[in-house]
């Protein structure tokens, strides 16, 4: 019976001991890549003006969409951006084919044109027309 308890106390010693000992840190997982701003050499620049006075279009949604057949599924893509003060639109990560522009903006007709983006770096110009007048 001595020798169930001497183990006993053996064994609660050693598992007490051994969890009192600092256990090595977990090293730190590296951080996720950082999402970089898309470079200035990779976007479509679509540049949206107006009127007989070829002014700039502020604010107006410019939607540029592609479609790819596959065998098994097709894949569309859809990317919405707006114009800033200079009737300027970016576009990052254009994917390069044919694509569909369209811009829609307040007080101006739509617009829509399928184009092929053969280089990234390209530029559109696109002009709006006022919508015809209802009597």
């Keep these: 019976m001595r020798h169930y308890r001497s183990s006993f106390v053996f064994c609660t010693l050693l598992f007490t001991l051994v969890g009192a000992l600092p256990l090595p840190a977990q090293q730190d997982a590296p951080p996720p890549p950082k999402t970089s701003s898309p470079s200035p050499e990779n976007r479509l620049t679509v540049e949206v003006t107006g009127g007989d006075a070829n002014k700039p279009v502020e604010n107006a949604s410019v939607y540029l969409k592609t ?15 707006k114009t800033n003060q200079e009737g300027i639109a970016h576009i990052p990560d254009v994917p390069l084919g044919r694509v569909l522009i369209q811009v829609v903006a307040d007080g101006w007709k739509s617009y829509g044109h399928w184009y092929d983006i053969s280089d990234p770096k390209q530029t559109i110009s696109i002009h709006l027309d006022r919508p015809p007048k209802w009597y």
């Design 67 to 81: 479609f790819e057949e596959h065998r098994l599924k097709d894949k569309k893509t859809e990317i919405s951006v």
